[in-house]
């Protein structure tokens, strides 16, 4: 009897657990659409009543308009992919690839956003030989690019982001994406890979950042069976790093 009541107790614990986290879940996601949503109205609105008729503002107008909207389909687009990551559990394409083009890839597509806040991408060494690897490439890529990504956005400006593959063990390499930017503080470091979370909401904001990021690389890895690992030292830097498989 005492240990059915213990049973029900846990299960009643756990349903509970489960429906806050849903409220939670969807609190975060009004809130995120609320605030471009708005935005756009407020500017329409604007337009509406008359600004309209001035050249000058309604350019200005409408381009704010499109931003908000942009960063609509931005947070819509990753909470699709989060969806799809939860609900299909995930099916991987697997393949061999070449890791280091893939990194090359991702270096070619954001050099100019890195150049923006006067930040250098680039890998740790020359590599003389391709580093063939086992994954969901198209995945994989996401992973890097989100990394990359805040390694931009919270990189300081004048800084550099390094990304490297090693050896990690006999099956598995390890790739790295190393910052010298503002670092983490160790209390948010357990929590940095939840949905939404963010360590300091405006800064990120200001950074359009809905703090879904790191929750899709997290999906990603433990799909492939692997490990995500950070180290960061707040105010000097931190290094992101995950490991895969060798191909054979
Ligand atoms: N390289 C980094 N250096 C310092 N802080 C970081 C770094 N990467 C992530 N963070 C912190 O972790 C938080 C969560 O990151 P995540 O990528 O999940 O969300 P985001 O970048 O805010 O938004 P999104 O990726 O959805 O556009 C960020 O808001 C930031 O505070
Ligand atoms: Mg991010």
């Not at 609105?45 to 600004?51: D, I, K, M, P, Q």
């Not at 050249?55 to 960063?71: F, P």
Request: glycine share 8%; net charge positive.
């Amino acid at each position: 009897m005492q240990r059915y009541v213990e049973g029900k107790r846990l299960e009643i614990k756990s349903l509970t657990e489960r429906d806050s986290f849903r409220r939670d879940f969807l609190g975060n996601v009004a809130h995120e659409l609320k605030t471009p949503l708005f935005t756009v109205q407020g500017y329409i609105l604007t337009l509406l009543e008359g600004a309209v008729n001035d050249k000058q503002i309604r350019m200005k107008y409408l381009d704010r308009a499109n931003k908000g909207v942009e960063r609509l389909v931005a947070v819509i687009k990753d909470l699709d992919m989060i969806a799809k990551l939860e609900n299909d559990g995930m099916k991987l394409n697997v393949d061999v690839f070449n890791i280091l083009e893939v990194i090359q890839n991702v270096i070619d597509l954001f050099e100019m956003k890195a150049k923006k806040r006067n930040i250098k991408l680039k890998f740790d060494k020359i590599y003389e030989f391709p580093v063939f690897v086992k994954g969901d490439v198209e995945k994989i890529e996401q992973v890097i690019i989100n990394l990359v990504v805040n390694s931009i956005k919270y990189g300081s400006p004048n800084g550099t982001t390094i990304i490297g593959v090693e050896d990690f063990n006999d099956k598995k390499f390890i790739l790295k994406v190393i910052d010298n930017g503002e670092g983490i503080k160790k209390e948010h470091i357990s929590r940095l890979f939840e949905r939404f979370y963010r360590v300091d909401q405006s800064r990120s904001r200001e950074q359009g950042g809905s703090g879904l990021g790191l929750s899709i690389v997290k999906h990603i890895v433990e799909a492939h069976d692997e490990n995500i690992l950070l180290k960061s030292t707040y105010g000097k830097g931190s290094e992101f790093s995950f490991t895969i498989e060798k191909a054979r």
